[in-house]
């Protein structure tokens, strides 16, 4: 994979844990640090002091869940 040049972009060897920051790609080793699906309320949530549109926050979260892309992970889900 490689990272193209673009308005903010910025490139760093990344660690297992990082904050969350603004325009960062962070590129990990899947071996060495494997993905786990996080809560579906995680994935489609308002972030970094800023309100996401319900357009994001509940329609394509609602649409991606009706396709089965994405699945309850049995963890409590909280609204947004």
């Excluded at 996401?52 to 329609?59: G, K, L, N, V």
Aim: charged content about 25%.
């Amino acid at each position: 994979m490689e990272l193209r040049e673009g308005k903010g972009n910025v490139y760093e060897r990344g660690q297992a844990v990082e904050g969350d920051e603004i325009n960062m790609v962070w590129v990990v080793d899947s071996d060495e640090l494997p993905f786990y699906r996080a809560e579906v309320y995680h994935q489609f949530h308002n972030g970094l002091g800023k309100a996401f549109s319900p357009a994001y926050t509940r329609d394509l979260k609602q649409a991606v869940l009706s396709t089965g892309k994405i699945a309850p992970t049995g963890c409590l889900e909280v609204p947004f």
